[in-house]
Nanobody, 122 residues
Framework: QVQLVESGGGLVQAGGSLRLSCAAS????????MGWFRQAPGKEREFVAN????????DYADSVKGRFTISRDNAKNTVYLQMNSLKPEDTALYYC???????????????WGQGTQVTVSS
């Protein structure tokens, strides 16, 4: 059993930056792949980024590649999403997710956070 709590969301103007954090508790996530997903109103939930257990491998959706960076600090049981050059289309509820695996595959996640809202104004 793992609990994930996101933070760092908020309102930002286009071109600005936000850093999301996801704190894990309950069990170590040293062998957990971690990822971020987002869902806008009326839209399907979509993959944003993921990172393997060691942090050596990452993957990004094409829509955020070059702008977002995922990282993790296993000593702090925390994963981050640094979001730069934000666009209005990045507006969504962002969810942290985790999967117990030594692989890079996050799908399907075993655990979900409750989400943090990111709103990018134009």
């Amino acid at each position: 059993q793992v609990q994930l709590v996101e933070s760092g969301g908020g309102l930002v103007q286009a071109g600005g930056s936000l850093r999301l954090s996801c704190a894990a508790s309950g069990r170590t996530f040293s062998v957990y792949a971690m990822g971020w997903f987002r869902q806008a109103p009326g839209k399907e939930r979509e993959f944003v980024a993921n990172i393997n257990w060691s942090g050596a491998n990452t993957d990004y959706a094409d829509s955020v590649k070059g702008r977002f960076t995922i990282s993790r600090d296993n000593a702090k049981n925390t994963v981050y999403l640094q979001m730069n050059s934000l666009k209005p289309e990045d507006t969504a509820l962002y969810y942290c997710a985790a999967k117990r695996t030594v692989s890079t595959v996050i799908h399907p996640p075993d655990y979900w956070g409750q989400g943090t809202q990111v709103t990018v104004s134009s």
